[in-house]
Structures are given as structure tokens and as C-alpha cells.
């Protein structure tokens, strides 16, 4: 039973000690393939030094996260940008971007910003997105409008991670044709009303598997760090949803996810 992990931050410190361990449990575990959202300035290199290790399984995708703007966020952008022009670069979408205020509203115009000018490089470099969004629905969703009624012979596609709102909320997601919705840990935590989300408006066909390791760790590992072979324990837990087989929940979210994003293919 093969599948996909679309987002894990394997490059993150916590993995220093024991990656390759933590990469034969993944593969072992039915992983095909890893996608690696970058999130600074800082973890690019160590995100491509990893790729190089593994570059049939791992594939990096370049991006500046929303709670790493800094008042040198717009230098920053262009030093990716840079990377983005070479026309043998490894990436295969635009991400981790999006807008996060849960913790801090102080960048809030700027966070608009740097996510406005990534929209624009999914659609100038023709890449798909890896969307974080916090506390910032309505913010976000009017941003990716004002992207979409700009191009008239383009759309843009992605995956909204680490979904986790209302039936409104995905409905209102999943009419930007193009978009999955990214379903990881949290579906199988007790009091999530995620999994009654899913079975009410979600069909299987939109949605593709994700970790966010190290973070968001589903039960039984909840509060460890997360790893990619933990995605068994989602799989089954969306069987369960959408009262089917384990093997067809990674068939169809691995097909999911080499549409979104056909660089991996």
C-alpha cells in the first residue's frame, strides 16, 4: 500500500540525530514519496541537502512561512525568487505560504503582502501552492480571489494544509477547482470535529495526505514527534470516514497528490 506524505518538515533539527532511521520507517511504512514545504531563509539549504540524499523520494518545494516575516521579509523573497528563475530548479510548488495570526497581528499588512507576491509566483513560475492559513480565513480567501479573477487562461491549484474548519469553511474551499484539502493527525484526535467535516462535504477525491512533522502527531503518538509512518494511523482513520478500504484511501490521495503537483510525478 503505497501513499504519499504531501507536506513534513523532515529537514527540521529534530530529525538531526536520526533521519535516516526516520526515513527507512517511512519507506518501509508504504511511503512513495515526501514533500518538503520550506519554511525561511535558514532551511533551504538543509531542505536541499536532504532532497540530494534521497532525490527519487524527496521533493522541496521553496516559500517564506507567514510567522517568518521579518522586516526583511522583502529580501528574502527576492533571494527565492532567484531560485525560482533557474530554469533547472528542484521545486516543485510554491510553499509553506499563507497568513497566520493566532499568535501575532503586528505583521498583518506585511503577511498580506508576502502572500500576495507568492500567489503571483505560483502563477508567473506555473507551480502549485502549499497554503498555511491561522485565524486568517476570510483574509486568505479574498487574496486567492483577487489572484484567480486576474488570470482569465490560468487557474491556480494547491492544497489548503492542515484543514481543519467548519463545513462552510471546506465548501468554501473546495470552489477553488484545483485545491485539495490537507488532512493529517488531527482527524484522529477525540473531540476533532474534523472526521463529521469530511463525511458531510468532503469527497475523497479532494483531499491528500499530510504530516506537518514533526508537529501534529496522530493518537495513538499524539504529543510525540510526528513522522511520516505515522500516516498509517490517518489512513485508517479515513477509511473509517469514508467507509472504505484502507488501500483505496492511499490509492485515491496518492493519485490526489501527483495531479496537485505533476513536478513529483
Known amino acids: ?141 479574498e487574496i486567492m480571489k483577487s489572484s484567480t479573477r486576474q488570470i482569465s487562461n490560468r487557474h491556480l491549484s494547491g492544497v489548503f494544509h492542515c484543514f481543519g474548519g467548519t463545513a462552510e469553511e471546506a465548501e468554501e474551499l473546495l470552489s477553488f477547482d484545483g485545491f485539495m484539502l490537507g488532512i493529517g493527525g488531527v482527524v484522529t484526535y477525540k473531540k476533532s470535529p474534523l472526521p463529521e467535516v469530511l463525511r458531510e462535504v468532503v469527497p475523497l477525491d479532494r483531499i491528500v495526505l499530510e504530516t506537518d512533522s514533526p508537529y501534529l502527531a496522530p493518537v495513538p503518538y499524539r504529543g510525540k514527534r510526528n513522522e511520516t509512518s505515522y500516516l498509517l494511523e490517518v489512513i485508517r482513520k479515513l477509511a473509517e470516514i469514508y467507509s472504505c478500504e484502507e488501500c483505496e484511501v492511499a490509492e485515491k490521495t496518492t493519485k490526489n497528490a501527483l495531479k496537485t503537483f505533476p513536478k513529483a510525478r
Do not use: C
Not at 29 to 37: N, T, V, W
Not at 39 to 47: G, K, Q, R
Not at 67 to 78: A, H
Open 1 to 141: 500500500m503505497d501513499f504519499i506524505d504531501t507536506h513534513s518538515h523532515l529537514y527540521d533539527e529534530q530529525f538531526v540525530d536520526d533521519i535516516d532511521e526516520v526515513l527507512q520507517r517511512a519507506f518501509a511504512s508504504g511511503a512513495s514519496k515526501i514533500f518538503l514545504p520550506n519554511i525561511n531563509e535558514e532551511t533551504v539549504l538543509p531542505m536541499l541537502k536532504l532532497m540530494s540524499k534521497y532525490p527519487d523520494r524527496l521533493y522541496p518545494m521553496i516559500g517564506l512561512h507567514p510567522e517568518d516575516i521579518t522586516d526583511s521579509w522583502r529580501t528574502i523573497l527576492m533571494l527565492m525568487e532567484r531560485l525560482l528563475q533557474a530554469s533547472s530548479h528542484p521545486f516543485i510548488a510554491i510553499g509553506e505560504v499563507g497568513l497566520d495570526y493566532y499568535w501575532d497581528r503586528s505583521r498583518y499588512e506585511e503577511q498580506q503582502k508576502a502572500f500576495a507576491i507568492q500567489v503571483d509566483w505560483a502563477i508567473k513560475y506555473d507551480l502549485p501552492l502549499m497554503i498555511h492559513t491561522r485565524d486568517a480565513h476570510e483574509e486568505m480567501v
